[in-house]
């Protein structure tokens, strides 16, 4: 079992979330094209694993920027 070959549960770090490109779009209520643009321009980091891009959720969140005061 993985629990016993890790050790106790509460050493093992929590994952961190991992969105597609469709659950990001959801989560912005933005479109496909748009978070195509913020990702070749830097703006929301991707990654990649084959043929998915996936973005770890916590990214998506700090890509946020405080428009007023």
């Not at 993985?2 to 549960?9: K, M, S």
């Not at 779009?25 to 990654?47: M, Q, V, Y």
Request: hydrophobic share 40%; glycine share 8%.
């Amino acid at each position: 079992m993985i629990v016993e070959a890790l050790g106790t549960v509460s050493n093992v770090k929590p994952a961190e979330t991992l969105l597609s490109k469709k659950e990001v779009c959801e989560l912005l209520g933005i479109t496909l094209n748009t978070l195509d643009k913020f990702t070749k321009n830097g703006t929301i980091p991707a990654f990649g694993i084959g043929s998915r891009v996936m973005f770890k959720r916590s990214d998506v969140l700090s890509s946020l920027i405080r428009i007023n005061k």
